[in-house]
């Protein structure tokens, strides 16, 4: 079972089974203690006043596509149109919850649909020469393939 | 609740691009489909996820938009499919 972990020394969170052995922020060797979920939703929301835009989250999915297989849809106006619906659910329902697919209510079943999810393993993507992710928001790259919007 | 229903979401681009189909079925057949919008309406969603042991094991394994329901026969298709399709699955 997943749990939170936090580095002694730069307060970094991890999710997962087990810590990284070395942190990647401070890159301290076994940094990481063991907390509870309401320290981590303390430690992650301390700076609350920051605002994390449409455009700040463009930023964030183009970078992360950089060095994958996949890029962020050329077609701007349904980024534009993912994107208001990504930032309601997020407004509405508390994530970033893809507007293509609902809820179950069960959080660990509605943690893999927020956005980006793990979409590499969706009959929409694997194997297909053209594939993208359910909702389109991240196509598979081609030789021919438009740099990201 | 009709006999066709389409659970829908307001900002999918799937959801937008197939309105004029069902549309068109609507006008073609004289069928009437009742469009349910799933992310700004509770009781839409909740009814929705009722439905989760038949739509599920047809898409992928989870609940997703366009979602479009036989009632009657339980009959389920969800995404962007061709007009035939979609008109097959309103006929039969």
């Not at chain 1, 810590?19 to 303390?42: D, F, G, H, M, W």
């Not at chain 1, 659910?89 to 956005?115: A, Q, S, T």
């Not at chain 2, 066709?4 to 073609?28: I, N, S, T, W, Y």
Request: hydrophobic share 35%.
């Amino acid at each position: 079972m997943k749990k939170f972990w936090r580095c002694y020394v730069c307060n970094d969170i991890h999710y997962g089974v087990k810590p990284p052995e070395i942190c990647p922020t401070c890159a301290v060797k076994n940094a990481y203690v063991l907390i509870s979920a309401r320290e981590a939703k303390t430690i992650c929301g301390a700076p609350a006043e920051a605002d994390f835009s449409k455009d700040d989250f463009l930023t964030a999915i183009q970078k992360f596509t950089e060095d994958n297989e996949f890029m962020v849809n050329p077609d701007r106006a349904k980024v534009d149109l993912l994107f208001d619906g990504i930032f309601s659910n997020e407004r509405n329902h508390g994530l970033k919850y893809c507007p293509c697919r609902l809820m179950c209510k069960e959080l660990e079943e509605d943690l893999k649909i927020v956005c980006p999810c793990n979409f590499q393993i969706h009959e929409t993507y694997k194997g297909l020469d053209k594939g993208e992710c359910w909702c389109g928001l991240f196509i598979k790259r081609s030789k021919t393939s438009e740099v990201n919007p | 609740m009709k006999k066709h229903v389409m659970f829908h979401g307001r900002e999918c681009p799937h959801c937008k691009a197939m309105m004029p189909l069902v549309d068109r079925l609507e006008k073609e057949t004289g069928l009437s489909i009742e469009r349910l919008e799933v992310w700004h309406d509770e009781k839409n969603a909740d009814l929705m996820r009722s439905y989760r042991p038949i739509f599920t094991p047809k898409c992928g394994g989870q609940l997703r938009v366009p979602t479009f329901f036989n009632t009657e026969t339980n009959d389920a298709i969800c995404g962007e499919v061709e007009y035939e399709k979609l008109k097959d699955w309103a006929t039969k």
